[in-house]
């Protein structure tokens, strides 16, 4: 419920009740422990209540709450039907369960007791509020595809650049002896050394860029969520695929070359 | 004759240059993507505001359209100064709720509904029937087209969070019509009836989420949010302008996504280019020296080189241009099933303006990445030059 806060500087005076402010909050009006400030809801219309600031909480990191990034307070539950229009009246109800009660079973009984009341499981609440996160992950997935197929074609490239510079050596070493086989291999083994290299300075600047990416976001959204995660799962994932890429485009440039006759691997 | 003859170079090494092209196509293709994701859906988001006419949105103080709960109260009287404001062409008040449809003893989920007034409202274009009479509603397309619901039948439903606490106040409507409604997401469930009744319905008399205004015929719409925020001052005005920059706001992650990945594509660009170029030059070092020594101006060479990355560029980004429209029909209908965003959006917007822009840098970074080796070659001493030659 977003609420218009009034500051006022009110004298010590009746008691009047508290507020738990959001320190971001705090930080922007500011406010502190033991201030009075002026509440009212914008849905009611009613006349500003006075609230003392009893504490200063940090929100909890959640990711469904950032594109919005409100400031919150929280009331005692009658404080705040105090300052609605509405009265009697929840949003939704938190239960606990008794140990070995099943989850399905009550969440069926609590929807047979009012018409229209929904019941979720903790797990079907996330899997329904992350819908957002489920949409941005595969349109990250979309886009990795992308990039790993640019970087194939760069690899690839770069690797059959490197072989054709070297054709005439390769051209030497097929006269003197030396087989497809071993010639194949050498330029695969070229390919991986440059993959593994490549993918340990890719794997390095990841976790710099994720720094830097979550360091911008903590400032940008005064938040604690992370942005970017470099996991070993992830880095070896990457590894891998970059050891695959290398070997193809690596295969790919020593076929080439393997089907040239020797002599004619000199001709420009 | 030398520009060509660094051109035909490039047909030479067929599949070297082929496998350059794809590389430039993929990244140009990103570019253009993320060129096109970075202002996409603030501006269809902006198209999507006027569509109607109805350009300014009148909502709460401090909050923006259906954002929260709040109402404005004693919205018919708000709706007449609003309307006496000059420029003002037409008000349209609207009321949102949820109702659900009751069928026996069960209740459907909640289905938005929004009061109107029938012959004022920019929510909706009715496609079937006609626009709700007292009792009456419309009911969005699909549906209709998904619950089997045609003009003329009759459906129970309950508003309010009566039909939550098991107060069974449901009451029977008539549907009069079946509307395009234009903020909905793809295959949503939407009601509109007049705003007395959903007033009535959930307790809320006299009271109004938003008013959209449009307004008259060469009235600017921001001085004219201008005006009602003054004559109105206990609401906020928002013009399309502003609820684009609030948009912008809320994508601003987007927007970063493209600038860093647009970012990458470019960097990609110019070191796949500038790789071909440099191999190409060494290659034809020799040639480069030969004419260097028969008196060939260095600035031709140069223009040889450059231009060989040039025409690199050009026929990546030709290659790149149906891909990238290619992708970012693919992107786009991932990221329209983001829960509630209106199905008639998109978050890749044409515009020849930034997309020429894109295909540009890529063009431009070709004949930048050319000319580091170009300017290695011209300025590489020529005797030494020429005596590598012949080793």
């Not at chain 1, 307070?73 to 939704?92: A, I, M, N, Q």
């Not at chain 2, 001052?233 to 860093?260: C, H, K, N």
């Amino acid at each position: 419920m977003l609420l218009s806060l009034a500051l006022a500087a009110v004298l010590a005076g009746d008691p009047v009740p508290g507020l738990l402010v959001e320190r971001r909050l705090a930080e922007a009006v500011p406010l502190g422990v033991g201030d009075t400030v002026r509440v009212r809801a914008l849905a009611s219309g009613r006349q500003p209540r006075p609230f003392v600031v009893a504490g200063v909480f940090e929100r909890a990191a959640d990711p469904n709450r950032i594109a919005r990034n409100d400031f919150e307070v929280r009331f005692h539950l009658s404080d705040l039907e105090g300052l609605l229009p509405t009265h009697d009246r929840v949003d939704r109800f938190a239960v606990v369960l008794a140990p070995g009660a099943r989850g399905d079973s009550a969440a069926r009984w609590i929807e047979t007791t009012a018409l229209g009341t929904r019941a979720y499981s903790s797990t079907g609440l996330a899997e329904r509020t992350s819908a957002t996160f489920a949409v941005v992950s595969r349109f990250h997935d979309a886009i990795g595809i992308v990039t790993i197929l640019a970087s194939a074609i760069f690899l690839l490239c770069v690797m059959v650049i490197r072989v054709d510079e070297r054709r005439r050596d390769m051209g030497v070493l097929r006269l003197i002896g030396v087989s497809r086989g071993t010639v194949f291999r050498a330029i695969v083994l070229e390919a991986i050394g440059i993959a593994v290299v490549g993918s340990a300075a890719g794997a390095v600047l990841g976790m710099i860029v994720a720094r830097i990416v979550n360091a911008y976001y903590a400032h940008l959204y005064d938040t604690t969520l992370r942005f970017a995660l470099v996991t070993p799962r992830i880095v070896i994932l990457a590894a891998l695929l970059g050891l695959a890429l290398g070997a193809l485009a690596g295969a790919f440039a020593a076929w080439r070359v393997v089907q040239v006759a020797p002599q004619k691997l000199g001709e420009r | 004759m030398i520009v060509a003859a660094s051109l035909r170079a490039l047909g030479r090494r067929r599949g070297r240059t082929a496998l350059a092209l794809a590389g430039i196509a993929v990244s140009a293709a990103l570019l253009l993507d993320m060129t096109m994701l970075a202002s996409g859906l603030t501006r269809s988001f902006g198209d999507l505001l006027g569509v109607s006419g109805y350009a300014l949105r009148v909502t709460p103080k401090g909050i923006l359209p259906f954002d929260s709960e709040a109402g404005i109260p004693g919205g018919d009287a708000v709706g007449e100064r609003i309307a006496r404001v000059p420029g003002v062409k037409s008000v349209a008040p609207v009321l949102g709720a949820q109702f659900r449809v009751v069928r026996g003893d069960s209740a459907g989920p909640p289905l938005f509904t929004m009061g109107i007034r029938p012959g004022a409202q920019f929510l909706y274009r009715l496609v079937e029937g006609s626009e709700p009479g007292p009792g009456e509603v419309v009911v969005s397309e699909p549906m209709s087209r998904l619950d089997g619901i045609r003009v003329g039948s009759t459906l129970q439903l309950a508003g309010g969070a009566g039909v939550s606490l098991g107060r069974r106040d449901a009451r029977t409507v008539r549907v009069s019509g079946v509307g395009d409604f234009l903020y909905d997401y793809a295959e949503q469930r939407s009601l509109a009836m007049p705003i007395g009744q959903v007033q009535r319905a959930t307790g809320r008399p006299g009271e109004v989420s938003l008013f959209g205004v449009a307004a008259a015929d060469g009235v600017d719409g921001d001085d004219l949010a201008r005006r009602i925020a003054a004559a109105v001052p206990e609401v906020s005005t928002l013009s399309t302008r502003e609820l684009m920059r609030e948009m912008d706001r809320r994508l601003l992650y987007f927007r970063q996504l493209a600038t860093i990945l647009g970012s990458i594509a470019m960097v990609v660009t110019a070191l796949l280019i500038s790789t071909i170029v440099t191999i190409g030059v060494r290659e034809r070092f020799g040639e480069i020296a030969t004419l260097r020594a028969i008196g060939v101006a260095r600035g031709r060479i140069l223009l040889a080189v450059v231009t060989e990355g040039l025409v690199l560029a050009a026929a990546g980004c030709v290659a790149g241009l149906p891909l990238g429209l290619w992708m970012a029909r693919r992107l786009d209908r991932i990221l329209l099933s983001f829960p509630g965003i209106p199905a008639r959006m998109t978050f890749f917007a044409w515009e020849a303006e930034r997309v020429a822009l894109a295909m540009g840098l890529v063009i431009a970074i070709g004949g930048l990445a050319g000319c580091i080796p170009g300017l290695a070659a011209v300025r590489s001493p020529l005797s030494q030059a020429l005596r590598e030659e012949a080793e």
